[in-house]
């Protein structure tokens, strides 16, 4: 079946710093691919997506490209704040019957602390 | 516009009993889709309705049930409810396929 895998950390970092957050997956056809975050007590928030290979997603500074060679969708940002702090997942939505949503598959979470 | 409005936010409730939750979706978003949430199991599916018709379920027992009604409103309920079943319940819209998916706050389910 769909999955997704991704670092889990907690990943600490200072403020100013370049993230990375490596997110890959495994899928059969041609999937769309998310990363979302979560604040604490919140729920998710859609952070920025991407529909086919290739595409560029991108949000507040956020940017992830989707590569179907490497099965990746990492998530960059060049200059992190206190703010970013958060947990972020990478989720994939398959198209298994056509037609309609089909729900996400998401990765285990990457707890992201920033560090003035 | 209106975002997807999960209630109740917090329920207590005792091993044995049942609940049932509640999802109001974006207007015009006629998929709702369910997520349990725990700190070690992470998020998982549990089910998927368009159109009032459920379109996928996840890895959960037949506890675990839900419905949508013809505004896209949808519920879930679980009956004879034990300790492991503690955990955020989100509920997600869509519009359609390979849209973002918004999710409501979640209701926060204690089972004592």
């Known amino acids: 079946g769909d999955s997704v895998t991704q670092m889990e950390g907690p990943v600490t970092l200072s403020e100013e710093a370049f993230l990375t957050i490596n997110c890959t997956y495994t899928a059969t056809g041609y999937p769309s691919l998310f990363w979302y975050v979560q604040y604490p007590g919140e729920g998710l928030q859609l952070l920025l997506k991407a529909t086919k290979a290739d595409d560029k997603g991108s949000n507040k500074g956020f940017e992830a490209t989707y590569r179907k060679e490497t099965t990746s969708f990492h998530l960059e940002k060049g200059s992190v704040q206190v703010s970013d702090s958060a947990v972020y997942f990478c989720a994939l939505s398959g198209r298994r019957g056509g037609g309609g949503a089909d729900g996400l598959t998401f990765g285990k979470g990457t707890h992201l602390i920033i560090q003035p | 516009k209106a975002g997807v409005t999960q209630t109740p936010r917090y329920l207590i409730k005792t091993r044995g009993q049942q609940v049932t939750l509640s999802c109001s979706p974006i207007?015009?978003?006629?998929?709702v889709s369910w997520y349990q949430q725990t700190p070690g199991q992470g998020l998982q599916f549990l089910f998927e309705?368009?159109?009032?018709?459920?379109?996928n379920k996840g890895n959960f027992p037949g506890r675990f049930s839900g419905r949508q009604f013809s505004n896209s409103r949808s519920e879930m309920n679980v009956s004879t409810l034990e300790l492991g079943d503690s955990a955020l319940y989100l509920c997600?819209?869509?519009f359609g396929q390979g849209g973002g998916y918004t999710f409501g706050s979640g209701t926060r389910l204690t089972v004592v």
């Open positions: 997600a819209s869509s």
């Open positions: 309705y368009f159109s009032e018709t459920q379109r």
């Open positions: 207007s015009g978003h006629r998929s």
